[in-house]
């Protein structure tokens, strides 16, 4: 390649790189907003995309029933107060680790929860009676996750995720506080 064709090629590059990084800049260098009924969490200098649980019935739910968590991905539940939390592996059908925060986003308690053998749905010809006694019977039996002190965030992240995390009580995980409180119904 002659002169003139290296230094065309190495001008073309030029101005590729100048547009991109002009690009960052005019983008603040921020990552994508994210879909709605989502928020995007920093911990410990890695991004997760969290679904949000805003409404009793999201909270209820939870990751329950989900045969896979992402490695980025997981539940953000926000409560409208700040209360001792307690939280169980209801219909969970992967390992979930869990992190109560409270109403400033520090951490109060950390747990890595475990599955349980699952309740079977109600079986044909079984009265509803007797599905709401083994049901009660199931959730009675569920080992709890305490929070230990009021919580108003909890983060659910995929089981084991914990043990790659440099956090503890008292580190705090950087929330837009006042509008996801905003959210809660």
Avoid: N, W
């Amino acid at each position: 390649m002659d002169r003139r064709g290296f230094l065309s090629r190495l001008g073309a590059a030029g101005v590729a790189l100048g547009l991109l990084t002009g690009c960052a800049t005019l983008s603040g260098c921020r990552e994508p907003t994210p879909a709605e009924g989502f928020e995007r969490v920093r911990i410990d200098g890695r991004t997760f995309t969290l679904e949000l649980a805003v409404t009793g019935e999201a909270r209820e739910r939870g990751l329950g029933g989900r045969e896979h968590v992402p490695a980025d991905g997981g539940m953000l539940f926000v409560f409208p107060d700040a209360a001792p939390r307690l939280f169980v592996m209801r219909d969970c059908l992967v390992p979930i680790d869990i992190i109560y925060l409270d109403p400033l986003g520090r951490i109060v308690s950390m747990h890595q929860m475990e599955v349980e053998p699952l309740e079977p749905p109600r079986q044909p010809g079984e009265s509803e009676q007797d599905y709401q006694t083994r049901r009660m019977r199931y959730e009675a039996r569920l080992r709890k996750y305490p929070s230990g002190y009021a919580a108003q965030f909890v983060i659910e992240l995929a089981g084991g995720t914990l043990d790659s995390l440099r956090i503890g009580p008292g580190d705090r995980i950087e929330l837009d506080l006042e509008r996801l409180k905003a959210l809660v119904k």
